[in-house]
């Protein structure tokens, strides 16, 4: 007999995380009963493995900036794992300094605040002219397919400077890294691999063709300057890639999901559109996109909520959960539009706090500002069909009419 079976056998009275969910973005009730009951809770990984599930906004943060739960040592190794498919671990995410420092320097001017700024004006003409494009089509038509996956995608590949790659073939390898139960570890092996070879066959293209962007920088500081591996080089154009379109056309969609499920808040918009920048804030609060999030590991014997968690095992700590605390948000489970812009946590929080989330902000600030001024009358026209089995929750599609 195997240590797995043993291992399975002594955890199967635990509860399964992550928690079953059903159709759209509202708040899971698992999570609210235990931060009030229980914020701090061991749970059953889908690879059979346990870990500390935490609740809780403060011990979430806590999580997020204490150096003592390492990232690398969930990605490297053997130890506690979500599931047995590919970690990508010579990427930043699974980096702790000072290797995670020297990798985000590498791309930190790229994605500054006044970079963003900068780049907001040719955004927001993008946003018209892909609007203007969907007025054209037939009534009613998919957002998805014409407007929320389209722009983040021109966005990023123009940054990256990589050709505009097809937006099926980049959500199919998207899943994959986000696969928890949705797809076989054979299937999620095989699109790592073609989305490596795809990545590879660029930067051999691109080294030949140097440009001003984002891409060549990175080659340049591999080649010229012997900053990151070539492992690291592909492996950051991975992350890029899959999480400059992926999350952000993910979020754009359930946000406008969220607005169009209520009508009278997507009126709200169109009356008052001052109000979208705080909006936004508050829909990337409100919404539990992000069902899990990535694993770490307690580097020392340490104590996390009241709770002792030894050397080795690992902590899971969603934002998910954190945003919808009682004890910072008042009335957490209300999604209010006029509420004054909440420092949330939907971008993460410490080292690895998104490096593009001031880009995401233009992005999900112009799309909503262009919906509802080419279509103020816009409506859900059909249940979307929605993503299932994954560490993130979306809208595959949104059918609207206007």
């Not at 009030?36 to 997020?64: E, F, I, Q, Y």
């Not at 050709?163 to 999620?188: F, I, M």
């Not at 004054?340 to 998104?354: D, E, K, Q, V, W």
């Amino acid at each position: 007999m195997t240590d797995r079976p043993m291992e399975l056998r002594r955890t199967d009275h635990l509860p399964a995380f992550p928690f079953p969910t059903g159709e759209g973005l509202a708040p899971l009730p698992e999570f609210a009963e235990l931060r009030r009951k229980d914020p701090v809770v061991r749970v059953r990984l889908p690879s059979g493995d346990t870990a500390w599930l935490v609740t809780r906004h403060t011990d979430v943060r806590r999580v997020l900036t204490d150096p003592r739960f390492s990232r690398s040592r969930a990605t490297r190794g053997t130890g506690p794992r979500i599931n047995r498919t590919p970690t990508l671990p010579d990427s930043i995410l699974a980096a702790d300094p000072p290797d995670h420092s020297r990798l985000r320097r590498l791309i930190a001017p790229a994605f500054t605040g006044r970079r963003a700024e900068a780049m907001r004006q040719d955004i927001a003409a993008l946003s018209d002219r892909l609007l203007n494009d969907l007025a054209r089509q037939p009534c009613p038509a998919d957002l998805v397919t014409h407007f929320t996956r389209p722009l983040p995608l021109a966005v990023i590949c123009d940054l990256l400077g990589t050709p505009r790659v097809d937006g099926a073939q980049l959500d199919h390898w998207n899943e994959a890294l986000r696969s928890v139960t949705a797809l076989s570890d054979a299937e999620v092996t095989a699109a790592v691999d073609e989305i490596t070879d795809y990545l590879t066959a660029l930067i051999t293209h691109k080294r030949g063709h140097p440009a001003d962007d984002v891409l060549s920088a990175l080659i340049a500081a591999r080649d010229e300057d012997d900053r990151l591996s070539e492992a690291e080089l592909v492996s950051f154009c991975i992350v890029l890639l899959a999480g400059g379109y992926g999350t952000t056309s993910n979020r754009l969609a359930g946000l406008v999901h969220l607005l169009l499920d209520q009508p009278e808040r997507y009126a709200l918009l169109c009356r008052e559109p001052a109000l979208i920048p705080d909006a936004v804030e508050e829909l990337l609060r409100y919404a539990q996109a992000t069902l899990g999030a990535n694993l770490r590991v307690a580097t020392e014997d340490t104590v996390l909520g009241g709770v002792r968690v030894k050397e080795g095992e690992a902590v899971i700590a969603p934002t998910s959960s954190a945003n919808h605390d009682e004890q910072v948000y008042p009335d957490p489970e209300l999604l209010d539009l006029t509420r004054a812009a909440p420092a949330h946590l939907a971008f993460g929080h410490g080292a690895h706090f998104c490096v593009g989330a001031q880009l995401a902000r233009v992005q999900l600030q112009e799309a909503i500002a262009g919906l509802t001024r080419h279509f103020p009358s816009l409506y859900g026209a059909g249940r979307p069909d929605w993503t299932h089995g994954l560490t993130t929750r979306a809208p595959r599609t949104l059918p609207v009419g206007w």
